[in-house]
């Protein structure tokens, strides 16, 4: 089986630093990955594909060079190009969105304190849920895996709570689990709120990301038995190793 394209109009490639055949790679692999083009099945030809997306045969063939070194596909002389098998899965920073799956701790990821101070000045914080506490401290950390960082977060935590956080919780757990482990701190209500964005220039150093690479920014937020804000949280989370877990029942 051949598997033809149903798209008429040439791709409108953007202005970036990417080479327009490494964007036709990616368009190429996300067909493989999403099972439009089955393993096992031909895909069009080169003339077809360049005829398709409105560039060179010679673009072309170097999009399926990147693949054919992936070893995505297979070209066989005379016969064409066929599908060999589906990317490797590479999400692997699975991120809970209930209760249980926030405080779950991640045993192989490690977390690298790049500030810890008093906050500045007292502020109200986005969609701030109950009441400010007098003092925030603010606390940035990295989270690394695989040798990869794949989370940037920002922290402002009840400053009267930040004593009673050691150092070695801080550098292994997660945020609310932070929280909800300190003494005499029962959590009220707590909240996440996940939007999908790019990466800017900071996000891409921090991160080791292109710009304007796809990130996921997670917004949590947490009260205490008094209705204090006790933790507010903002996390960037690298979009090609995240997946979130999201229990329906």
Not at 86 to 100: F, I, K, M
Not at 134 to 139: D, L
Not at 157 to 178: C, G, H, P, Y
Not at 204 to 212: C, F, H, K, R, W
Request: hydrophobic residues 40%; glycine residues 6%.
């Amino acid at each position: 089986m051949i598997v033809r394209s149903v798209s008429s109009k040439p791709l409108d490639f953007k202005r970036t630093g990417i080479s327009r055949y490494h964007q036709l790679a990616t368009l190429f692999r996300r067909r493989i990955e999403a099972g439009q083009w089955q393993v096992g099945a031909q895909i069009p030809t080169v003339d077809e594909l360049a005829g398709e997306c409105g560039v060179a045969r010679a673009t072309i063939r170097q999009a399926l060079d990147l693949l054919e070194d992936e070893q995505l596909i297979e070209r066989y002389r005379a016969r064409g190009t066929f599908v060999r098998r589906r990317p490797a899965e590479n999400l692997w920073c699975e991120v809970g969105t209930d209760w249980s799956g926030l405080l779950r701790p991640n045993y192989d990821a490690t977390i690298e304190i790049l500030h810890d101070e008093p906050d500045v000045a007292l502020h109200a914080f986005e969609e701030q849920i109950g009441k400010l506490a007098p003092a925030y401290r603010h606390v940035r950390r990295r989270h690394w895996r695989h040798g990869q960082p794949f989370l940037l977060a920002d922290l402002h935590i009840d400053e009267r709570l930040r004593n009673r956080i050691t150092q070695r919780d801080l550098e292994s757990k997660t945020a609310l689990r932070l929280i909800s482990e300190v003494e005499d701190v029962e959590i009220l209500d707590a909240r996440q709120t996940l939007t999908i964005g790019t990466a800017d220039i900071e996000t891409s150093q921090a991160l080791g990301i292109s710009l304007d690479s796809p990130v996921a920014f997670v917004h949590r937020q947490a009260l205490d038995q008094d209705g204090m804000l006790v933790l507010d949280a903002k996390g960037i989370y690298r979009g090609d190793v995240v997946k979130f877990d999201v229990k329906l029942r």
